[in-house]
């Protein structure tokens, strides 16, 4: 599927493309380029919109640890409540969230005063999580969701970037909220290329913004922004935070239009550089041994592409823990369960994740040693 950019319907300017192994799809050519006008970066092509979201329906889900919440979920939740205890001057009473990943915050925004607080979540899984609970959940994309209240702060983090038309959803939003009612957006931000990781650019991230062009948008939406944060630090990619109010009859205030296409090159630059270096570090393996991609991922997507590997090792498959992803195709090859790891004989395996390399290593690593070469390529 070829996009225009939502926020003014330009033609989009490529700037880099690949070649992706996609869990339960063939091969796709996945792009990601430029609007010459708002600066906004698009993956483009992408998916179509059918497989776009029987993707998010069936295999991919965020979900938190409900006992014991991340720091980076604390930090968060703590950074958005923050913002709008400085600039709601009428605590919100009526809240939705859009993508739900856990009840962490249905708790921290009851305990400040919020009455009711619903969830809107694609999910079936995270959804059929909550049906008993106090916890009120939506089952349905935005996109086919009916708004039947009004609320008076509805919450979207970490959702605009995964969504093919954002103006469209938002203004979804924007219809069912009265003047001077609050809208929360947090996104990855493009600034400061040197603080995105290997994999920056992914299949699950359609659209990837900066001050100028959500501004634009929102005030399209008729939201003026009241309060903006940025965080580099601690995150996995540098994000932002932007607060908006409702605003009729709204006089747009101009920001300085950011470009983005340097910011792009920056990365792919540095993103060869990353992956020759794991080229490198593979040359070392033993060719007669069979070799398994350990992670059904956008890494392993990343490194079946961006380095020699299929050609130089014998690759027999991938392995994941994901029950969702066990029995799919990965591309050309099968996604097996861990259990298959004791029955291996003189293999490789390599853990194809950025992130979760330390948990994967711990998890395995004591399963079937005289057979098994377990390989991480960060630590
Ligand atoms: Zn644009």
Redesign the pocket.
């Known amino acids: 599927m070829r996009r225009n ?6 033609k989009i300017k490529n700037l880099t493309e690949y070649n992706w192994n996609i869990l339960g799809l063939k091969k796709n050519k996945i792009g990601f380029g430029l ?6 970066v698009l993956q483009t092509p992408s998916l179509s919109k059918k497989k776009v979201l029987n993707y998010y329906k069936n295999t991919s889900i965020y979900f938190e640890n409900l006992i014991k919440p991340s720091t980076n979920l604390k930090n968060t939740t703590k950074r958005h409540l923050n913002l709008i205890r400085k600039n709601v001057k009428l605590k919100p009473k009526n809240v939705l969230e859009v993508g739900i990943s856990t009840n962490y915050n249905f708790k921290q925004y009851l305990n400040y005063g919020v009455e009711k607080f619903q969830g809107l979540e694609p999910s079936k899984f995270i959804a059929k999580k909550f049906k008993k609970s106090k916890f009120k959940i939506f089952n349905s994309t935005i996109e086919d969701h009916k708004f039947k209240s009004n609320y008076d702060l509805i919450i979207l983090s970490h959702v605009i970037e995964h969504l093919i038309d954002p103006l469209k959803c938002l203004s979804k939003c924007s219809k069912s909220q009265k003047n001077g009612d609050h809208l929360l957006i947090e996104v990855p931000l493009l600034e400061k290329p040197n603080l995105f990781p290997p994999c920056y650019f992914n299949i699950e991230h359609l659209n990837y913004f900066n001050f100028y ?1 959500l501004n ?1 948008m929102m005030n399209k939406l008729s939201y003026e922004v009241v309060a903006k944060k940025k965080v580099f630090k601690g995150a996995e990619y540098p994000v932002i935070t932007i607060l908006c109010r409702k605003k009729l009859n709204l006089k747009r205030k101009f920001f300085r239009n950011i470009k983005t296409d340097i910011v792009v090159k920056k990365y792919l630059k540095k993103e060869n550089i990353f992956w020759s270096k794991i080229d490198k570090k593979l040359k070392f393996l033993d060719k007669k041994k069979s070799t398994y991609l350990f992670g059904a991922g956008l890494h392993s997507s990343m490194i079946l592409e961006k380095t020699n590997i299929l050609k130089k090792l014998n690759v027999k498959g991938i392995i994941d823990s994901s029950k969702l992803k066990q029995g799919k195709k990965f591309g050309q090859y099968y996604v097996f369960s861990p259990a298959i790891l004791k029955s291996l004989k003189k293999t490789n395996i390599i853990i194809s994740t950025f992130s979760g390399e330390k948990e994967i290593f711990s998890s395995i690593k004591k399963i079937n040693k005289k057979n098994l070469n377990i390989v991480k390529l960060y630590s």
């Open positions: 950019c939502f926020i003014d319907n330009q609007c010459p006008k708002c600066n906004l062009n634009l």
